[in-house]
């Protein structure tokens, strides 16, 4: 039998779907699990947009262009100028969800062995994306203590070799729900401009900004406009998810080109979801308004009650619907096994992201979980029971005061 390539037997496993196999097969015994480890919400996609295809009079689903349908890109220059950005259609090119949008990104700013700096924990599939694009994370650590704040440029410096091409970062940040303000992204902007990197910036969770802060798009960063590239994504916002539709936006005319070669290497963006997404742009701010009050609600419930347990020590996000917790174990990765296989609370349990996945650097994030609050406040009360009961007769517990010298509690 041949063998598989170098490349796919070391392509890293994402940690919010590797224990997927487990979970299906527990509700498949009858177990009730609870599923905060991906960032799938409960949230209805908006009728609207839903309507939109469903009254579609299609005869033939053909191609849409590859940079996606002049219609959809025309409405997102209106859509990005709610939030003080000046762009045109011609610098979107509409992509196939915003994973496919770093591919591209990777592919066309990036050479075999050129490095990328990110704040760690990021999202795990960075790591998969890089490793496809044969290019290297570089991390720079960030710190639950502060709530995993952008670090300052000094961090980023510290690690920029002549190898570095790019720094990139998300905002509000996944998977931490750190809210990254005007004033950091200045800052990082000014390292930007000093090495002439490009600044990839994952913007999907925008409006999803919590305690009055106000979202600053890198796109209003005049100074280094053409070293500014913004990833985006329908799924979130909307509740679309299956649309598969994304973007990459930037004033950077030789990348725009670049990606468009790649862009029509893959023929077309999903036509399909294109519609759904051209329809939620018709809407107006009322669904939008509702969705960000419900996750301001289960942000304070899941904060409120990680506060409540012992041992646990988290913070209080300030955008997206994550955050990561440090719970008293030995080893998140096996807490959250166990938790699905052998654990289960008035028939139910919860599913959570083990936090190590998320770190580039070996041994960090090992007691770490990443938390998606994307349930309901009811079903989020019965998860946080699970979770709290769960923590109290969990063999690999740790004694809360004892870190360094790692005494469980069997």
Same mark, same amino acid.
């Given at each position: 039998?041949? *063998? ?14 590797? =224990? ?6 527990? +509700? ?21 947009? @839903? ?24 409405? $997102?220059?209106?859509?990005?100028? /709610? ?32 490095? @990328? ?26 710190? =639950? ?48 401009? +000093? ?21 600053? *798009?890198? #796109?209003? $960063? ?13 799924? /979130? ?10 973007? @990459? ?18 023929? *077309? ?72 296989? /052998? ?8 599913? #959570? *992201? ?9 041994? $960090? ?14 079903? %989020?009360?019965?998860? @946080?029971?699970? $979770?709290?009961?769960? %923590? ?19």
């Amino acid at each position: 039998m041949p *063998s598989i390539s170098k490349r796919g037997v070391e392509v890293p496993l994402s940690p919010f779907r590797k =224990l997927v196999p487990i979970a299906d097969k527990v +509700k498949a015994e009858g177990k009730h699990v609870y599923h905060l480890n991906i960032g799938q919400p409960d949230i209805e996609t908006p009728a609207a947009a @839903m309507a939109k295809v469903k009254e579609t009079d299609l005869k033939i689903l053909a191609y849409s262009a590859a940079a996606g349908n002049a219609s959809y890109r025309a409405k $997102l220059v209106d859509y990005y100028a /709610k939030f003080g950005t000046e762009i045109t259609a011609d610098q979107v090119v509409v992509t196939t969800g915003a994973s496919e949008a770093i591919q591209f990104l990777f592919l066309a700013c990036m050479d075999h062995g050129d490095e @990328m700096v990110v704040p760690e924990p990021f999202y795990a599939n960075y790591n998969g994306f890089a490793h496809i694009a044969d290019v290297n994370v570089v991390p720079v650590t960030c710190d =639950l203590e502060d709530g995993f704040a952008l670090p300052d440029a000094k961090a980023f410096e510290a690690v920029i070799t002549p190898k570095t091409k790019a720094i990139f970062i998300t905002n509000p940040n996944n998977p931490t729900g750190c809210f990254y303000p005007e004033k950091a992204l200045k800052e990082l902007a000014q390292v930007v401009k +000093k090495y002439d990197l490009y600044l990839f910036v994952d913007e999907v969770y925008r409006e999803f900004c919590y305690d009055g802060q106000d979202f600053f *798009s890198v #796109l209003r $960063l005049e100074e280094i406009e053409n070293n500014v590239v913004v990833i985006d994504s329908v799924s /979130k916002r909307y509740s679309a998810c299956g649309a598969r539709v994304g973007a @990459m936006v930037t004033r950077n005319e030789e990348l725009i080109d670049a990606v468009v070669k790649y862009a029509k290497l893959r023929l *077309s963006p999903p036509g399909l979801g294109q519609i759904l997404a051209e329809g939620a742009l018709d809407m107006d701010d009322t669904y939008m308004n509702e969705v960000k009050q419900e996750y301001d609600r289960r942000r304070n419930v899941v904060f409120d009650r990680l506060q409540k347990m012992d041992g646990v020590i988290s913070y209080l996000p300030g955008g997206a619907f994550y955050c990561f917790a440090e719970f008293p174990v030995e080893n998140a990765d096996h807490f959250c096994q166990w938790l699905l296989e /052998k654990f289960e609370y008035k028939g139910s349990t919860v599913m #959570l *992201s083990p936090g190590e996945g998320f770190y580039a650097t070996p041994g $960090l994030g090992v007691n770490q979980v990443r938390i998606a609050y994307v349930l309901n406040t009811t079903d %989020l009360h019965a998860a @946080m029971d699970c $979770l709290e009961e769960a %923590l109290k007769v969990y063999p690999g517990r740790i004694k809360v005061g004892q870190w360094a010298e790692g005494t469980a509690v069997v």
